[in-house]
């Protein structure tokens, strides 16, 4: 189970699968939190869209938002 808040879907997938009892040969079952639905594969292309929408906006990535690159020295921290 992957409950993410629509607002930090990053955060609350990074917590999911850092989880001891997360087995990534399991399909994902996701929980928008504050909403209502069952996961029947919606949800989760929903959170893989919005976690890859996230993902290219961090700093390891340069270059315009149709053509982003992978920086060579990214920042230490990342959000």
């Given at each position: 189970m992957v409950n993410v808040?629509?607002?930090n879907v990053l955060?609350?997938?990074?917590?999911a699968f850092g989880r001891k009892s997360f087995n990534p040969l399991?399909?994902?079952?996701?929980?928008?939190?504050?909403?209502d639905g069952i996961d029947t594969g919606?949800?989760?292309?929903?959170f893989m869209?919005?976690?890859?929408?996230?993902?290219?906006?961090l700093p390891i990535f340069a270059g315009?938002?149709?053509a982003r690159i992978?920086?060579?020295?990214?920042?230490?921290?990342i959000p």
């Open positions: 808040d629509r607002q955060d609350g997938g990074l917590r399991c399909l994902l079952d996701v929980n928008f939190v504050a909403e919606g949800l989760t292309k929903e869209r919005l976690a890859m929408s996230d993902t290219i906006e315009e938002k149709t992978l920086r060579m020295h990214a920042p230490c921290k």
